[in-house]
């Protein structure tokens, strides 16, 4: 069997039980990752955890939180799994950047042009990254941001320069994207791996899966999987949704 090649791109390791082996060794360092999902299929607690595990190994983060307030995702990762992402950062481990806090001036409302406002929104995770340098970073759910910009042409270009400085920071990015207004195809198209978390009815009952629709430079699991959310956070099972 070939073997991978040596480290042209050095791993991160994610922290989902079961998603490395899914990609052959993690996400490649200083990439931009997306993780698709219609609502409540876990990409908030994917990513959540793909900080948590990083300030534990000794990896900095940073959450940007566009669509709801830090204070609400603190509150459901601790009643969930007993993640205290507040003490992360009192500890330095962790910065969280609350974009509906009103000292970043960057409300978002009708009379500010999309446009404009993505621009912005752009130089402050810019000045953010430069000032904190973290090894990863989080930015939960992207896609209200685009969805008023009306052109195809600008939304990509505006995902182009957003991930363009994201990748110079050096920093490995996880962002999550809803499947509503099929905003996610130019994010998953901009970015260097796209992971689809789903739900499928199988009989009488739901159940969460992930497959991998890309990762740029590397092989990966051409299979469905099933996804675990328990106490412990998301785990990915070898086996496949389908009997
Ligand atoms: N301890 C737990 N055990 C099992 N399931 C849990 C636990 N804690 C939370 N959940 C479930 O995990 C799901 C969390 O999904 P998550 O918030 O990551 O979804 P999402 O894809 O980000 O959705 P949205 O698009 O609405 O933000 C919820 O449906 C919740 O019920
Ligand atoms: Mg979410």
Redesign the pocket.
């Known amino acids: 069997m070939a073997t991978s090649q040596p480290d042209e791109f050095p791993r991160v390791k994610s922290g989902i039980p079961g998603f490395d082996e899914m990609v052959d060794g993690g996400f490649h360092r200083g990439t931009v990752n997306t993780i698709t ?1 219609p ?8 990513a959540s955890q793909y900080i948590y595990y990083g300030a534990d190994i000794g990896e900095k983060g940073m959450i940007i939180t566009p669509s709801e307030t830090a204070e609400f995702l603190k509150r459901e990762m601790r009643s ?2 007993g993640w205290d992402l507040s003490d992360l950062e009192k500890q330095g481990k962790l910065s969280i950047v609350d974009v509906t806090d009103p000292v970043l001036r960057l409300q978002k409302s009708i009379e500010v042009d999309p446009v404009e406002f993505l621009i912005n929104f752009r130089k402050m995770v810019e000045r953010k990254l430069q000032d904190f340098k973290p090894q990863r970073l989080f930015i939960d ?1 992207l896609t209200a941001l685009f969805l008023s910009v009306e052109s195809p042409f600008k939304v990509r270009s505006l995902v182009d320069d957003l991930f363009g400085s994201l990748r110079t920071s050096g920093t490995t990015s996880v962002i ?1 994207i ?1 499947t509503a207004f099929g905003m996610n195809q130019y994010l998953e198209y901009g970015a260097d791996s796209a992971t689809i ?1 789903n739900r499928e009815r199988i009989g009488n009952s739901l159940i969460r899966s992930i497959f991998i629709m890309k990762m740029r430079g590397s092989k990966i699991t051409n299979s469905i999987r099933v996804l675990d ?3 412990d956070g998301l785990s990915i099972s070898n086996l496949s949704p389908y009997p």
């Open positions: 999902g609502s409540g299929s876990g990409k908030t607690v994917f969930s799994f759910d999550t809803g978390l959310i328990s106490d």
